[in-house]
Antibody, heavy 118, light 110 residues
Framework: EVQLVESGGGLVQPGGSLRLSCAASGFTFSRYDMHWVRQGTGKNLEWVSAIGTTGDTFYPGSVKGRFTISRENAKNSLYLQMNSLRAEDTAMYYC????????????WGQGTLVIVSA | QSALTQPASVSGSPGQSITISCTGTSSDVGSYNLVSWYQQHPGKAPKLMIYEGSKRPSGVSNRFSASQSGNTASLTISGLQAEDEADYYCCSYAGYNTWMFGGGTKVTVL
């Protein structure tokens, strides 16, 4: 069975950094695009980043230049380095697998909570 | 970019059908037939219900269907059941390897 297990969330001060990790199992990790999606306190979902099978990365304007997605196929792991964190980055962060059609999200982890507060 | 527009809430009685709309623009929903829909129960991660506009993943009930017209996509739940009570989110590919979510709709089974 597909499993995605996030870790690394916690409380961080504004301007600080945090690195999230996602351990994947139950599928051939290297063959799938992967994403991070977050859900803030208002419950809105927001796409945060994507990484293709070849390592290409993509971000929305809200995090571009501050967040970096990466993957380590040998370890079946996905990462999100978050720098210059702001209060509005407070959210549950989900590790998400792209569907075979590439344009949807077919498996989600349970999430890791990031709180940015002084 | 603003989120896709969904009604905040929709309700229906058991056995009824309800429809949730998702309105975007010609840059996202209207440009691609690549809207997906997600169901989220309290405290749980979202679950894919519909992909590529109208396709159902294996294991998703055929009571869930979806369509699109212009800049608006719609999710219909037929034969509403108590277990369908949840939040529902639409998501559209928005080009240039970016994605846009809707604000979510709370479905209540009366």
């Amino acid at each position: 069975e597909v499993q995605l297990v996030e870790s690394g969330g916690g409380l961080v001060q504004p301007g600080g950094s945090l690195r999230l990790s996602c351990a994947a199992s139950g599928f051939t990790f290297s063959r799938y695009d992967m994403h991070w999606v977050r859900q803030g306190t208002g419950k809105n979902l927001e796409w945060v980043s994507a990484i293709g099978t070849t390592g290409d990365t993509f971000y929305p304007g809200s995090v571009k230049g501050r967040f970096t997605i990466s993957r380590e196929n040998a370890k079946n792991s996905l990462y999100l380095q978050m720098n210059s964190l702001r209060a509005e980055d407070t959210a549950m962060y989900y590790c998400v697998r792209a569907g075979t059609g590439h344009y949807d999200f077919d498996w989600w982890g349970q999430g890791t909570l990031v709180i940015v507060s002084a | 970019q603003s989120a896709l527009t969904q009604p905040a809430s929709v309700s229906g009685s058991p056995g009824q059908s309800i429809t949730i709309s998702c309105t975007g623009t010609s840059s996202d929903v209207g440009s691609y037939n690549l809207v997906s829909w997600y169901q989220q129960h309290p405290g749980k991660a979202p679950k894919l219900m519909i992909y590529e506009g109208s396709k159902r993943p294996s294991g998703v009930s055929n009571r869930f269907s979806a369509s699109q017209s212009g800049n608006t996509a719609s999710l219909t739940i037929s034969g509403l059941q108590a277990e369908d009570e949840a939040d529902y989110y639409c998501c559209s590919y928005a080009g240039y390897n970016t994605w846009m979510f809707g604000g979510g709709t709370k479905v209540t089974v009366l």
